[in-house]
């Protein structure tokens, strides 16, 4: 079946990003990349809704967008350039670790996170290493680098 909504090498649409992550509902926290430079950058988009499962516990009375489901957006869009190295072998990669993350602003259902990530190194061809950061109205609401290793 032929896609929808035509593919360049611009943009990412659901039906895209879901086959280059293997992260489902609800855990898939990517819901399109408006930019991308295979291998080297990309931009994407997480719409925030008050309908998301954490918001039935973080907080009913003030719901927020937890910390780690944050990063682990910035995350998926980091995997999202590693899935796209020709020269890495195909495979499970997974997030290792971050560093120097920074929570700067609330995240609120009806915002609108901007997630850009540009890779910084990938180490024998098992590790890379990715700096990211998430806007709400173009102001900066979390920054840290990400890393991921490949899953025997």
Known sequence: MENQHPTSNLQLYSEDILGLLPHRYPFALVDRVIEHVPGK????????????????????????MPGVLIVESMAQVGGLIVSQMPELPK???????????????PVIPGDQLVITCELISIKRKRFGKVIGEA??????VCSGELMFSLVD
């Open 41 to 64: 950058k990309a931009v994407a988009i997480k719409n925030i809704t008050i309908n998301e499962p954490q918001f039935q516990g973080h907080f009913p009375s003030r719901p927020l």
């Open 135 to 140: 806007h709400v109205n173009n102001k900066l």
């Open 91 to 105: 495979g499970l990669f997974v997030f290792a670790g971050i560093n120097n993350v920074k929570f700067r602003k």
